[in-house]
């Protein structure tokens, strides 16, 4: 009785390992005859494909000749969309059973399925051509390092890349400028031994340096068939307004201060704000302006108006009397006059031996009646003055 329970158990535990086998063997046999038939399936496809009903029909209905062997061209077939590869016959597609394991739709492989995610980006080979623009623009540079002046306008010499000889070019000025504050004017110049000349502009209250080789315009070519020149002769003139031609002794107007009993420091701080203000001084009469806010008015007593014969003047300075006259007429500083008053005119000489223009109005300010106006203090028109922003030259 003591030997027959391991006996029995051994014989269970057989019993267990033949069955466990089987079904090892029965799940094999089933995986290798499902990849014979994928594999037969695949070779079907690869042989329909070779040796298709397709090239058969198309061999029959258009037989070569000697032309067509060298340059005809098979027509282009699409990739099958399950599969991947090119499938002449979509019912033999070795994808046509098998399902997708992201869309679960029946009938493509999951590498060309359209709903899987792929890291990858598709574009397309046909690209449109809408325009295109081909511009071999230089650089227009500064020859030399240089400073811009406050409120100046200055010319300066530059150097053009990438253009020939006695070219004509449009001058862009750059973007570069705005960073200083400056502004270019576009201009069309005309290309020297690869130099030119730029205009620029400093409307800034501080003086603007440039660097040698600093980009101050891009170069672009010019089409000379589109450019067209003004014809001043015909040009009609609406309304037009007479001004003064600007003076340029102002620029070269320069202050002495070595008299000045100031230090090195004060004499330059004068000599900035001097220059600074230099429109309120005129070097000649063209540049003085004229007061037409009040008309001034002289009351006589009643008496007969003054009438006084021209004093005789010798030849030279009759000329400079009447060159003067002439000049005061031109900036119209006097005017053509009809009055019943008749001064005569003096001529006084000065230490630099030129001669200043006077009238002598002695007898009709003996008719004159006196105004009397109470004139402020000069304290309280110093202080007045010193708290003001603008500068008053007299």
Not at 73 to 100: D, E, F, H, V, W
């Amino acid at each position: 009785m003591t030997t027959a329970k391991p006996i029995e158990n051994l014989t269970v535990q057989v019993a267990n390992i033949a069955s466990m086998e089987d079904r090892l063997s029965a799940m094999l046999t089933d995986k290798l005859n499902s990849s014979v038939a994928e594999m037969s399936a695949i070779q079907a496809h690869n042989t329909n494909q070779s040796n298709g009903p397709y090239q058969r029909q198309r061999y029959q209905q258009r037989p070569k000749t000697n032309f067509q062997q060298q340059n005809y061209q098979s027509p282009p077939i699409s990739t099958c969309q399950g599969c991947g590869r090119y499938c002449l016959n979509r019912q033999s597609c070795p994808a046509q059973n098998s399902i997708c394991r992201f869309c679960k739709v029946k009938g493509h492989f999951e590498q060309v399925c359209r709903k899987a995610k792929r890291k990858s980006m598709e574009i397309s080979d046909k690209c449109a051509k809408i325009c295109s623009l081909e511009t071999n623009s230089g650089l227009a540079r500064c020859i030399k390092s240089c400073a811009l002046p406050v409120n100046s306008e200055i010319v300066l010499p530059v150097h053009v890349s990438r253009r020939i000889q006695g070219e004509q070019v449009l001058l862009e000025p750059n973007p570069n400028l705005e960073k200083k504050q400056l502004m270019g004017a576009r201009c069309i110049v005309t290309v020297n031994k690869g130099k030119s000349v730029f205009r620029i502009i400093n409307p800034t209250n501080k003086t603007v340096h440039l660097p040698r080789r600093y980009v101050l315009a891009n170069a672009i070519n010019v089409d000379e068939q589109f450019m067209q020149t003004l014809d001043n002769a015909k040009a009609k003139s609406i309304n037009t307004i007479e001004t003064k031609p600007k003076n340029t002794n102002r620029d070269n107007l320069e202050f002495v201060l070595s008299k000045a009993e100031l230090t090195s420091q004060q004499k330059s701080q004068l000599r900035t704000f001097l220059n600074e203000n230099k429109n309120v001084f005129a070097t000649n009469l063209k540049e003085l302006d004229q007061a037409t806010s009040f008309k001034h008015k002289i009351e006589t007593h009643d008496s007969h108006p003054v009438k006084m014969p021209f004093y005789r003047q010798p030849p030279h300075l009759q000329r400079e009397i009447d060159r003067q006259v002439q000049e005061m007429l031109d900036n119209n500083i006097i005017v053509p006059s009809t009055s019943d008053l008749l001064s005569p005119v003096l001529l006084v000489r000065k230490r630099d031996g030129s001669y200043r223009f006077a009238i002598d109005y002695r007898k009709v300010k003996k008719q004159t009646k006196s105004v009397c106006f109470p004139l402020p203090r000069l304290e309280c028109v110093f202080d007045a003055i010193g708290a003001a922003n603008h500068v008053f030259s007299t």
